[in-house]
T-cell receptor, first 114, second 110 residues
Framework: GAVVSQHPSWVICKSGTSVKIECRSLDFQATTMFWYRQFPKQSLMLMATSNEGSKATYEQGVEKDKFLINHASLTLSTLTVTSAHPEDSSFYIC??????????FGPGTRLTVL | GQQLNQSPQSMFIQEGEDVSMNCTSSSIFNTWLWYKQDPGEGPVLLIALYKAGELTSNGRLTAQFGTTRKDSFLNISASIPSDVGIYFCAGLLDTDKLIFGTGTRLQVFP
């Protein structure tokens, strides 16, 4: 099956710093990648939709200047959490798809902001 | 934002028992999906349903797409310890976005 990886799997950073999370489709070219956030014991909430070569589309309530998304190639999308604060601590999960086929999810990145 | 309601919120069962969980929505979806998430991992697709009334099986799992297109259920028969995890339903929008349910946490005791 299609494989999606994320890096890093976990990261701890100081408040005020920026953190970049990578999402890669390893064995297919993803026309669309999605970024989700999951707080403890809660569901996955879609943050943004990322299409290769174009600007990401953010869900209502998600600050685009705080969560910068870049989808520079058909196999890589990055999420940068800028000026991170403790309330940004969460589990960030990406998924990738092509031509509306099933979304394949990455293993997630746990972010802890001190 | 929009969310699907799942029940029960959590279940504690004994190995070998059957499990049933539901997902309801105020909106219509044309595709329903069921995922399982292990701790610290991303969700994995279990079953996809594409047609109202459809009943689909995958091993010990059976899922049905409600005729109103506003609900779905998932059954797990003869549960085993590795069934432990969180089960999410999801509705697929025409924009290819997924709306996830609130989740059902399953614990299986030997």
């Amino acid at each position: 099956g299609a494989v999606v990886s994320q890096h890093p799997s976990w990261v701890i950073c100081k408040s005020g710093t920026s953190v970049k999370i990578e999402c890669r489709s390893l064995d297919f070219q993803a026309t669309t990648m999605f970024w989700y956030r999951q707080f403890p014991k809660q569901s996955l909430m879609l943050m943004a939709t990322s299409n290769e070569g174009s600007k990401a589309t953010y869900e209502q309530g998600v600050e685009k200047d705080k969560f910068l998304i870049n989808h520079a190639s058909l196999t890589l999308s990055t999420l940068t959490v800028t000026s991170a604060h403790p309330e940004d601590s969460s589990f960030y999960i990406c998924s990738a798809t092509w031509a509306g086929v099933e979304q394949f999810f990455g293993p997630g990145t746990r972010l802890t902001v001190l | 934002g929009q969310q699907l309601n799942q029940s029960p919120q959590s279940m504690f069962i004994q190995e070998g028992e059957d499990v049933s969980m539901n997902c309801t929505s105020s909106s219509i979806f044309n595709t329903w999906l069921w995922y399982k998430q292990d701790p610290g991992e991303g969700p994995v697709l279990l079953i996809a349903l594409y047609k109202a009334g459809e009943l689909t099986s995958n091993g010990r799992l059976t899922a049905q797409f409600g005729t109103t297109r506003k609900d779905s259920f998932l059954n797990i028969s003869a549960s085993i310890p590795s069934d432990v995890g969180i089960y999410f339903c999801a509705g697929l929008l025409d924009t290819d976005k997924l709306i996830f349910g609130t989740g059902t946490r399953l614990q299986v005791f030997p």
